[in-house]
């Protein structure tokens, strides 16, 4: 009740918004609103990057921006209240114009893959509620800041939000090389980190 709706938040920003994210597509060579659009959040460089193209191949490294809150340690998110971010192949499934946080983009954690894991080790509680939002605190989610939660929201809302491919690494497996493994890792982390590690590279 009383709430903004999207179109008041694109209204409110969404021009200047652009206009801050337009100089790094330019140098890019992509037409904006792309048609692609996949954001990389690396846990260990505190970093997320947006990768962006027309559809007809790789994409384009356009816009790098700091991750300004981000609690927990390197390693998935297992269960409510541990304090992580998830990692994994994620959407963005959602927008929230009326956010505490500012603005806020929903990440469809936990997923199909999170589910059936918890299930298998019986995790009933997996956590839920992860976003990408504003501010700079953050307890399992992504805070950038107010005007970056607001270029994000923008694009995704050009885009289209269920366009919006996320990947969440503990490192950039291109870079990096083999992450080296955590104290007591799920049986399964090793492979959800070879698919993550071919998703960076098709990029």
């Given at each position: 009740?009383?709430?903004?709706?999207?179109?008041?938040?694109?209204?409110?920003?969404?021009?200047?918004?652009?206009?801050?994210?337009?100089?790094?597509?330019?140098?890019?060579?992509?037409?904006?609103?792309?048609?692609?659009?996949?954001?990389?959040?690396?846990?260990?460089?505190?970093?997320?990057?947006?990768?962006?193209?027309?559809?007809?191949?790789?994409?384009?490294?356009?816009?790098?921006?700091?991750?300004?809150?981000?609690?927990?340690?390197?390693?998935?998110?297992?269960?409510?209240?541990?304090?992580?971010?998830?990692?994994?192949?994620?959407?963005?499934?959602?927008?929230?114009?009326?956010?505490?946080?500012?603005?806020?983009?929903?990440?469809?954690?936990?997923?199909?893959?999170?589910r059936q894991k918890?299930?298998?080790?019986?995790?009933?509680?997996?956590?839920?509620?992860?976003?990408?939002?504003?501010?700079?605190?953050?307890?399992?989610?992504?805070?950038?800041?107010?005007?970056?939660?607001?270029?994000?929201?923008?694009?995704?809302?050009?885009?289209?939000?269920?366009?919006v491919n996320l990947?969440?690494?503990?490192?950039?497996?291109?870079?990096?090389?083999?992450?080296?493994?955590?104290p007591e890792e799920?049986?399964?982390?090793?492979?959800?980190?070879?698919?993550?590690?071919?998703?960076?590279?098709?990029?």
């Amino acid at each position: 009740m009383g709430g903004k709706s999207i179109s008041d938040r694109l209204e409110e920003f969404g021009d200047a918004a652009r206009a801050r994210m337009l100089p790094g597509f330019e140098a890019a060579g992509v037409a904006y609103p792309p048609a692609e659009l996949t954001l990389v959040a690396v846990k260990s460089e505190r970093m997320l990057y947006v990768y962006a193209g027309a559809g007809e191949g790789r994409l384009e490294k356009v816009l790098s921006y700091t991750i300004l809150g981000q609690s927990g340690d390197l390693g998935p998110k297992l269960r409510e209240g541990d304090l992580q971010v998830p990692e994994g192949l994620y959407k963005i499934e959602g927008l929230n114009p009326n956010s505490n946080y500012h603005v806020s983009l929903r990440v469809n954690y936990p997923n199909d893959f999170d589910r059936q894991k918890a299930r298998a080790e019986g995790r009933d509680r997996p956590g839920s509620d992860i976003y990408i939002h504003g501010r700079s605190a953050s307890v399992g989610c992504l805070a950038m800041g107010n005007p970056v939660a607001e270029e994000l929201f923008t694009l995704a809302v050009d885009v289209g939000p269920k366009e919006v491919n996320l990947i969440i690494t503990p490192v950039d497996f291109r870079e990096d090389g083999p992450y080296p493994g955590l104290p007591e890792e799920p049986a399964w982390l090793s492979a959800l980190y070879g698919e993550i590690e071919a998703v960076l590279r098709s990029l």
